[in-house]
């Protein structure tokens, strides 16, 4: 696990850090405090540092630039825009952000160079680079290190228009990269708005083969206790491409399935985060809003399988909300089940102080006792 995290120039922290880090963190502040861009920070981190990812993250986000390289053919490219990871958008020759960890994690520099790929050796000590994909002019070099790991070091490149553009003609690093195998340990980083169909029957399959499909089936009990069983079809190409498409529900006492559709936004979201939790052994889950579609109710239920999951299978998690009720529900964990109170940490991200403010599991029952607001 990581104990501490520290940003520099990276979006929309010129220097930041979190320390007291848990195996369970939840972020919490306001709208654009950049709580999603610390869990895409150590999704690069966890990725051992490849500067494709970048392009990757860029996507998800909408974060586009359209160029026509040749505009007398009328030709219009759309290309991820890297630019939006620099602070202050400052995106020109020598610029650079860093990311770095306390050790587990390792470390990371990726700078904006210049480079003639003719002068630069497969060998040697100046240019050494991984999974080489570098041409000349301007390519976004990144250089990742972990003293724990010294044979996972490394050095990728991508070349970049002087825009910031990321040409989608640059190949894709081995691997998928909404979930990377880092170094062995599997990352998952599950958006606001969950995860693709194609993607959950990935996750599906995986929790089968390694026995746990049971596990995810009781997960979904929290929000109905008849549920018996879960069943992905086969793609349909008609429509497998519809997000929402075959996955069904079965029920005790009934013989027909059900589309997961069919039972509202918070039964997906369940499925989703209790797929996360069954396939990151020994490795990161990253939750974007980990609330969305579901009803205050059920928090305290979903906390206690995040946090028992998350103990029994080596995984350190990190999370973002907006929500009193989430945090409520985390306070009411931690009185009850006071074993797993150690594993908990929330930090308050606010920009303007440089550092995150980490409350301890007793430090969040206390401040949910008197109504002190800690969003």
Not at 128 to 151: A, C, Q, T, W
Not at 172 to 177: D, I, V, Y
Request: hydrophobic fraction near 40%; charged fraction near 25%.
């Amino acid at each position: 696990m990581i104990r501490s995290l520290e940003l520099t120039n990276y979006r929309g922290f010129e220097h930041y850090k979190l320390s007291n880090l848990a195996r369970v963190n939840l972020l919490v502040g306001k709208n654009n405090s950049g709580k999603t861009s610390i869990l895409e920070a150590v999704q690069l981190l966890a990725s051992g540092g490849n500067a494709r990812e970048l392009a990757s993250l860029a996507r998800r986000r909408g974060e586009l630039i359209s160029t026509s390289p040749d505009p007398s053919a009328g030709q219009i490219r759309v290309y991820p825009d890297v630019t939006h990871f620099f602070h202050g958008r400052v995106f020109e020759e020598g610029a650079s952000f860093s990311l770095a960890t306390d050790g587990e994690l390792g470390s990371m520099t990726t700078q904006v160079v210049r480079l003639d790929a003719s002068k630069i050796p497969i060998k040697g000590d100046d240019y050494k680079f991984h999974e080489i994909v570098v041409m000349s002019g301007i390519n976004l070099v990144s250089d990742y290190s972990n003293p724990r790991m010294p044979e996972a070091s490394r050095r990728t490149a991508v070349p970049v228009t002087e825009g910031g553009g990321v040409s989608f003609e640059v190949p894709e690093p081995l691997g998928r990269t909404d979930q990377l195998k880092a170094n062995g340990h599997p990352v998952l980083l599950i958006p606001e708005n969950s995860l693709d169909r194609r993607l959950m029957g990935e996750l599906w399959d995986r929790a089968l083969a390694e026995g746990q499909d049971r596990e995810v089936t009781e997960a979904m009990q929290i929000l109905d206790p008849k549920i018996s069983n879960i069943v992905f079809q086969s793609i349909d190409p008609s429509f497998g491409r519809e997000p929402r498409s075959g996955i069904l529900v079965g029920f005790e006492g009934e013989r027909r399935r059900y589309p997961l559709g069919s039972h509202g936004e918070g039964m997906r979201r369940l499925l989703v985060l209790a797929l996360g939790l069954a396939t990151t052994k020994d490795g990161v889950l990253l939750i974007d809003e980990v609330d969305t579609g579901l009803h205050y109710s059920v928090l305290a239920d979903v906390w206690l399988l995040i946090v028992e999951t998350a103990r029994r299978y080596n995984i350190q998690v990190f999370l973002t909300t907006h929500s009193l009720d989430c945090i409520r529900a985390l306070a009411w964990l931690c009185e009850a089940y006071p074993e797993l109170a150690p594993e908990v940490s929330l930090q308050k991200i606010e920009r303007a102080l440089g550092e995150a403010v980490a409350f301890s599991a007793d430090q969040v029952q206390i401040a949910v006792e008197q109504d002190i607001e800690v969003r």
